[in-house]
Structure formats: structure tokens, C-alpha cells
């Protein structure tokens, strides 16, 4: 069985989550950039991760959801700036399960990640108040992931990877 675990993270969360999740498959496994992969070809199974950016998948993960999930068997690992469990998340997931319709989804994690302060600092410069208001998201993410999460991402790494033998 080959593993594969792609992720696409601009300021570093997901890619932590991802490599949490690589240490704990056994067997045949790569970890790559998702940009660098071209199909799922040759994989049994692909954890592919991403972050939520405005409310949805970040694009570039949710375009290549779209051309490359179908028909195949995937397990999802999204980070975010709110808090695991807040209200809207649950849609915003729904959207992440959306954009890989058609492949067989094995499971999907998802944790907080930190706010960068650059994007904290933008967001507070908005005339937005929807951006005002989710800058005050930064404070409480700061670390995030930390070693907590990592081990949850590493437990749904062993789920997902029990679940297939
Ligand atoms: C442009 C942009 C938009 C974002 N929008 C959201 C959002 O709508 N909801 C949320 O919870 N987090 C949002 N975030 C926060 C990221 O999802 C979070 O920091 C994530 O862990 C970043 O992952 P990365 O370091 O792998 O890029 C946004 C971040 C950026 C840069």
C-alpha cells in the first residue's frame, strides 16, 4: 500500500499538521507540496491538507480537489484560525468535503493554526468589520498547532490508517 500526504500551507500550520501525520504511516509513503503533485495516480490513499482561507478551501487545494479527488480514497486535514468546534465551521468543512465530491473520503481532521501577524495586521486595517472582527481571532491562536494537536492530527493518521488494513 502507498501513502501519499500532499499539503498546500502558506505560513507553515498545515505543513506541521502534515508532517505530524507522515511520522505515523507505516509502509510505502511520500510527503510532498501539493503543487508538485499531478494526480494521484500510483497511490492507494492521499492525506491532502490545506488552510481555510475566507471561509472556504484555499483555492489552489480546492482547484486541485476538483481536477484530482474523484474516484480516489482520501483523508482531509484542514487547519483554521477559529476555534475547533465554532458555529461557522461547519459549513466551511462542509465546503472542504464539497470540493473532493467524488472521492472516496476516509476521514477529515481539523484544528486551529496560527494567525499570522501579518495577515492579523492587514485584516485589522480593513474597513471590513467582518475582517476587524476575525483579526481578534489572533491573540488566542497564537503556537497553534501545538504539540496537543499535533498528537490528535497523529491519532487521525492512525484512524484513518487502521481503518484501510
Ligand atoms: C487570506 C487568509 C484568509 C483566511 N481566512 C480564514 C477564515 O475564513 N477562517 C479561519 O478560521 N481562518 C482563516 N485564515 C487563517 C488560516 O486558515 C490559518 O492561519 C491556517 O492555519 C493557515 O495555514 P497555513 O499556515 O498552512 O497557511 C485565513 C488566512 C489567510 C491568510
Given amino acids: 500500500m502507498k501513502t501519499l500526504v500532499a499539503y498546500f500551507s ?3 500550520n498545515t505543513k506541521k499538521v502534515a508532517e505530524a501525520i507522515y511520522e505515523e504511516i507505516a509502509g510505502d509513503k511520500e510527503i510532498k507540496e501539493l503543487s508538485e503533485v499531478e494526480s494521484l495516480e500510483g497511490y492507494d490513499l492521499a492525506f491532502i491538507g490545506f488552510p481555510v482561507h ?14 484530482n479527488a474523484a474516484g480516489k480514497k482520501i483523508a482531509l486535514f484542514v487547519t483554521h484560525a477559529a476555534p ?15 470540493a473532493a ?3 472516496e473520503l476516509v476521514g477529515v481532521f481539523d ?4 494567525l499570522a ?3 492579523i495586521d492587514f485584516l485589522k486595517k480593513s474597513d471590513n468589520p467582518r475582517h476587524q472582527a476575525f483579526a481578534e481571532y489572533g491573540p488566542q491562536t497564537k ?4 504539540q496537543s494537536r499535533l498528537e490528535k492530527a497523529k491519532n487521525f493518521a492512525r484512524e484513518v490508517m487502521a481503518s484501510q488494513s
Fill in 54 to 67: 475566507a471561509s472556504n478551501p484555499a483555492n489552489p487545494a480546492k482547484e486541485w480537489l476538483e481536477k
Fill in 84 to 98: 475547533e468546534g465554532a458555529e461557522d465551521l461547519k459549513a466551511i468543512l462542509e465546503r472542504c468535503r464539497e
Fill in 10 to 12: 502558506q505560513t507553515g
Fill in 117 to 119: 501577524d501579518a495577515i
Fill in 111 to 114: 484544528c486551529q493554526g496560527e
Fill in 143 to 146: 503556537g497553534q498547532p501545538d
Fill in 101 to 103: 465530491a467524488g472521492a
